[in-house]
Every structure is written in C-alpha cells, then in structure tokens.
C-alpha cells in the first residue's frame, strides 16, 4: 500500500512540474516568423489574446482573434493549428491532396479545424467528422 501512495505522490509531483505555465504576451513577443504569418494571412482580425505556452516539451503560442479563431504556434513560430470557432479555415493552409479528399467524400462540408504535426494532419469538418491524415495524406482514421 505504501508503494502504491508513493508512487501517485511521485505522478503528481512530476505532473506538477511538467504542467504548462501559460502566460500572455503582447503581439511582439510572438517569434517573427508567426508574426509575419498573421500579418499576411489575417490582416483585417483583431487579437483578442495571445499566450506562450511553457512547459518541459517547448514552447508553444496561441493567438486568439475577436472573431473567434485560434491560433497556435510552434517555439520557431509556425503554425501548427488553425481552429474556427465562427467560420471555416481558408482552404489555402489545406494540403490539396487532403482537400481533394474532402470535396469528394464529403460534398458541402468544410473544414473548422486544421492541425498539423510530426506525422501528418488532423481536420475537423462542419459535420462534426474528425479525419487524421498520415505524412503521404492517406486517411488513417476517423472519428465522430
């Protein structure tokens, strides 16, 4: 018994030093790169709040407009998720292959979400469907 209480003390110890550390930042704090990205893709929307993200696995940044979308940026400032709460995301930040994927399958529905990684993209679409994409844009799986 001791071992086991031991053991979730351990757990939460590390989970409390893993835990983000959320704090907001002012737009120039952002890194360039992601600066330079919301200038070009969205000029007209004003930030409503923007975060950096520190924890033990890098930082990232998050960028919310008064619009409703969110942004979220890697520590080198590229986009690694574009999620509308109100609209779709712009169909120029979606791969072809994934788009032409879309259009096909799903006839009228666009997508709300866009996240890319390591191994490839997950979309969210109007209808509520979630797609992950492996790195070649094969569906490998979806959720409802």
């Given amino acids: 018994m001791k071992k086991i209480a031991l053991f979730f003390v351990a757990v939460m110890a590390?989970?409390?030093v893993a835990s983000a550390d959320d704090r907001p930042i002012t737009f120039e704090?952002?890194?360039v790169?992601?600066?330079q990205f919301i200038k070009a893709n969205f000029p007209q929307e004003k930030i409503a709040f923007t975060t950096q993200d520190r924890d033990i696995f890098g930082d990232s940044y998050d960028v919310l407009f008064a619009g409703g979308t969110k942004l979220e940026f890697t520590d080198k400032g590229e986009w690694k998720e574009i999620k509308c709460?109100?609209?779709t995301v712009d169909e120029k930040f979606i791969p072809e292959q994934i788009l032409n994927y879309v259009n096909a399958t799903?006839?009228?529905t666009k997508c709300v979400k866009i996240e890319k990684g390591k191994n490839g993209y997950e979309i969210e679409l109007t209808n509520g469907l979630e797609l992950t994409f492996?790195?070649?844009?094969v569906l490998i799986d979806?959720?409802?």
């Fill in 33 to 35: 790169k992601a600066q």
């Fill in 29 to 31: 704090q952002l890194p």
């Fill in 14 to 16: 590390f989970a409390g």
């Fill in 85 to 87: 709460k109100y609209a």
């Fill in 106 to 108: 799903y006839t009228g």
């Fill in 134 to 137: 492996d790195r070649n844009f």
């Fill in 142 to 144: 979806i959720d409802d």
